[in-house]
């Protein structure tokens, strides 16, 4: 074991809410909303670029392989140039990069989450599906115009959010423990009220008015995954009304603090 590890001796509690570019991390002393992996952002603007310059490469090599609408042809035989080849190895090369630093960068943030408790507890999310383009045709109501079926695929990609569960689960069990997964369909904090009603929420809508109180709607969920019972199925109530005057005090202070942050993403969180 590493000296510097701070590893949680106790059986505290930790309910992670796991999004597609962020998470929500509640304890008993601690709330907190964290973007995954925040170190790769500068080098998507790297790639973008380099993608931008092989397709201007590829289409001045092959200028026969494509419709007068720019669109490609089927059934082509393409041809590469030199300038073409240099590009994709600095491409293949930069995502090499970036798929180490993104693991770095969870396996950090989950020393910082086994430094609060070692029961951790996280709901059982399907990321795939996410990842599928919406099946129902929708239209903006402003302009009329159809809206797009791409959803968090290209999120998920950046930041891999599942594999950060992962992480938590293996260095738990050099301690003899694993996470624990709740059942996200019979628990539903997502839509549950402490009140114990349940009511559907959009997507969009990103706060909960709880007692008055403007409460952020994934900090929200993450509180009652730290305060489920030990069947992982239902919400403790009583345990969410004993916590709930300190979870108030520490979920308005981190809110204050996003406010102040330079994080784009997490500003949009609490806009």
Known sequence: MKRNRKLANNNNRVGLDVGTSTIAIVSKEHVELRELAPEINHDEQELRRIEQAMDRSKRATNPHHFNPNGMIKRGCHWKYSNRYKRLRFKRKDIYRKIAALRKQSHEKLANDILALGSDIRVETMRFQSLQKKAKETTRNRKNGKINKKKRFGKSIAHHAPAMLPAIIDRKLGYQGRSIKKIDTYAAKTSQYHITGECNKKPLSDRW????????????????????????????????????????????????????????KTLRWFVA
């Open 208 to 263: 909960n008015d709880i007692q008055g109180l403007c409460i952020q709607r994934d900090l929200y969920s993450a509180f009652l995954i730290g305060n489920t019972t030990d069947s992982l199925d239902s919400v403790d109530v009583s345990l969410c009304n004993a916590q709930w005057p300190r979870f108030v005090e520490l979920h308005h202070r981190e809110i204050a603090r996003l406010k102040q942050s330079n994080n």
